[in-house]
């Protein structure tokens, strides 16, 4: 099923900025830079006004209608004991028995389970509602550590952020690597974090009160993933010592220094492979590996499968 149309179901107590995550990526219209469009409706129950956490007024676009034919129906936070109303709950799960692509962010989870999508279904929501989650819904396999869950056509995240990196694999798993990186960059966030990655990270305060957030240097790393880099050489780009650089940077991403630079190199070689025909040893010293022994090694251990098998899945899809 193609990714173009999105309906955002909104009830009364939405959280605007969980919703603003999805009009961001999906509702944002970026053609003129050669994204792709969406056609991008927020919806109500009635089609009338909905008021948000915030205490201000939403005007949707439509009523449920258009969720009976949006490829994506997306659930931003809601309050945890909000009622569904019945006509909600229905199109939800009309929507997704039809097959299209469900997905909430942060407690939009338990809308969900109230239209009976979670039985038996792996899923997350913010750690603290995780386990209220899990009692209301004893049949969901809920997985408070993760950021996001991708459990097919059913897709949920934790809170905040986490919905940004869970609409970013979609659009990577759906319309290729290069239109997420392209995204992510035009968003100026990472252009990607596992979903297995722990959600609850402790970040320590910084030495100076004016210390600098890591993320121009993700950003710089990202674009540069073919030179050597180490702990050595990256702490010292910042000004910190190696231990002080090393404890910061898992503090911020919940990643070694060393996890994350090779995920990002897989995600690069996931590109090439899909958008070029370069050979293995080529894209393996393209994307930072040295040699195609080092990239097998590592693409094998994150995605189940080779470069060469990767490349024969989705070369075609790509071209």
Partial sequence: MPLQKVAVLALDQIAPFELG???EVFGTDRTDDGFPPYEFQV??????????RSGFDLTPHADLAPLAYADLVAVPAHPID???PEAAAVALRDAHERGAIVLSVCSGAFLL???GLLDGRECTTHWKFADELQRRFPLAEVDPRVLYVDD????TSAGTAAGIDLCLHLVRREQGAALATKLARRMVVPPHRDGCQAQFVDIPLPE??????LSPLLLWISENLDRPHSVDSLAASVYMAPRTFARRFKAETGATPHDWLTTQRVLLARQVLEETDLG???VAVRCGFGDAAAMRHHFSKRLGTTPQAYRATFRTVAA
């Fill in 21 to 23: 995550t999805l009009c």
């Fill in 43 to 52: 919806c109500s129950v009635d089609g009338g006004p909905v008021r948000t």
């Fill in 82 to 84: 909000s009622v569904v």
């Fill in 113 to 115: 389970g109230e239209a």
């Fill in 152 to 155: 097919g056509n059913l897709l």
């Fill in 208 to 213: 100076e009160p004016d210390a600098p957030t």
């Fill in 280 to 282: 293995i040893d080529v």
